[in-house]
């Protein structure tokens, strides 16, 4: 089970992600996808994300996985798919998992996946993106999405600042009045090229295509020395 801070955080806000993250995701199901093909979420939340992707592409053996009941609720509402209780961390979990799947979707969770420090939350990170893989079929397609801040430094400083306010608050601290990433969950963001380093670890795949959705650097961002941020859709093939 993931750290209980954060799983109690998607619990209180149940967030629906932005389904315009998706677009690219959405072009590559439409291209590569038949009839039958089936998907899994891994971090599904409340199933907004799965029910856009029913309504787009019309696949219908669609699944999803997260660490939160009350989410997992929610999606079972919204979309009427199977659900499964767990974290993306645990490989016997992952095992537990009855079918493989043409697609996989690992949008917006890696950066949630938190050790005691940043090389500990990266090794995580790699470890679900190899089990990601596992859930695959050969020659299906994960489609991981994520976050991307640069530096990489200012990355790291949010990080421990992170940890050190939501060890005092569990609310977000606003900073001139502007509402900020300052407080929970705590939360390590990574550049492409470390996305791209947890891939390629991984002989049984290859990167088939990148994708960036370059984003304005807001004014508390650039306060804070961030130089550039986008959304990264990277695309990985299983071989076959």
């Known amino acids: 089970m993931e750290d209980q801070q954060t799983v109690d955080y998607f619990d209180k806000y149940t967030p629906e992600y932005s389904v315009e993250r998706l677009e690219f995701a959405i072009d590559v199901i439409k291209k590569h996808g038949r009839e039958n093909s089936s998907l899994i979420d891994i971090g599904c939340g409340v199933g907004n994300l799965l029910a856009f ?3 787009q592409t019309h696949l219908t053996d669609l699944c999803g996985i997260d660490v939160s009941r009350a ?3 929610k ?3 919204a979309v009427g798919c199977e659900t499964f209780l767990g974290s993306i961390t645990d490989g016997s979990f992952v095992e537990s998992i009855p079918k ?3 697609f996989v979707l690992l949008m917006a969770v ?3 996946l938190v050790g ?3 090389k500990e939350s990266k090794a995580r990170a790699a470890y679900a993106v190899k089990n990601a893989l596992e859930l695959l079929e050969a020659g299906g397609r994960l489609m991981l999405i994520e976050p991307v801040y640069y530096p990489t430094i200012v990355m790291d400083f949010l990080f421990y600042v992170k940890k050190l306010v939501t060890k005092m608050t569990a609310k977000r601290i606003e900073i001139f009045g502007f509402r900020n990433n300052i407080g929970a969950p705590v939360v390590s963001y990574y550049a492409n090229e470390a996305l791209v380093d947890m891939i390629e670890r ?3 795949c290859e990167i088939e295509t990148m994708h960036f959705d370059k984003e304005k650097v807001t004014p508390v961002q650039r306060m804070g020395l961030i130089t550039r941020r986008m959304d990264t859709t990277i695309i990985v ?3 076959d």
């Open 53 to 55: 992707v029913k309504q």
């Open 71 to 73: 989410c997992l609720q």
């Open 75 to 77: 999606t079972r509402e």
């Open 100 to 102: 493989k799947f043409d």
């Open 110 to 112: 890696l950066h949630h």
């Open 116 to 118: 005691r420090t940043r």
């Open 202 to 204: 991984n002989e049984n």
């Open 237 to 239: 093939r299983k071989k």
